[in-house]
């Protein structure tokens, strides 16, 4: 087999390919299982590949059903912050919260677990929805001498979008890979909108082809 170079500054940071987010899963991203392929191809461009997993308590506070009277879509605040409620997804240790069986998670030399306290959301693997609490993945990215972040997974407008805006604000040059992830709303405004926002931020976005050659 073709050994591709490995560039040792590079991170790849897969945002939870978890049963629930896959289709037949209880907050299914359309076409979820679509990225499972791409990302598993980007891998061997990486030294480092970090996973990350959505990780509730069954009581936890994004889920409708702990809200009396809400239903999902809808939004209340919590502890100030504005706060989607969901279906219940992503349970602490259920099958739903498992990486799909086609992903290959093996090859993970972390894995992040986020959105473990009940009062608070986290679709950012650095920082919760608290904006104070930090996973320490900035931290670790840096002890290992990592400059440049690859975020790719589910879902693009959520825990993707904002892994990728954490990473660019704790410094890191940061891509989103856009084929190798899929949207919750995947209408093209909705899109159009976030990848301004992004190169607002200074994200760069690139296909898993361009990564491929930039990389190789
Ligand atoms: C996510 C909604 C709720 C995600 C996680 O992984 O994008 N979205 N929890
Ligand atoms: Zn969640």
């Known amino acids: 087999m073709k050994r591709l170079k ?3 500054n590079c991170a790849l940071i897969v945002v939870d390919v978890q049963n629930d ?3 037949g899963g209880a907050l299914a991203v359309p076409e979820g299982d679509a ?3 791409p990302v598993n191809s980007l891998m061997h461009c990486f030294d480092l590949v970090v996973l990350t997993a959505d990780w509730h308590p069954a009581d936890h506070e994004s889920f409708a059903a702990n809200h009396p009277g809400k239903k999902p879509f809808e939004s209340v605040r919590l502890n100030g912050v504005e706060q989607v409620l969901w279906p219940a997804h992503c349970i602490a240790g259920s099958s739903g919260a498992l990486f799909s ?3 290959n998670a093996s090859c993970a030399a972390l894995i992040v677990r986020k959105g473990m306290r009940k009062t608070c959301d986290s679709y950012s693997a650095f920082v919760e929805a608290d904006r104070k609490t930090r996973t320490g993945l900035a931290g670790w990215l840096r002890e290992r001498e990592v400059e440049e972040v690859y ?5 693009l407008d959520f825990c993707v979008s904002a892994t990728a805006f954490d990473a660019a604000e704790a410094g890191f040059q940061t ?4 084929d190798a992830c899929r949207a919750i709303n995947s209408d093209a405004q909705s899109l159009r909108e976030l990848a301004d926002a992004w190169h607002q931020a200074g994200i760069r976005t690139m296909s898993c082809s ?5 990389l190789a």
Not at 151 to 155: H, I
Not at 210 to 214: D, I, L, P, Q, S
């Open 6 to 8: 490995v560039h040792p």
């Open 21 to 23: 987010f896959l289709p």
């Open 35 to 37: 990225v499972v392929e």
């Open 101 to 103: 069986d086609a992903l």
């Open 151 to 155: 975020v790719c997974g589910l879902a």
């Open 175 to 178: 891509t989103v890979v856009l």
């Open 210 to 214: 361009e990564v491929r050659e930039k």
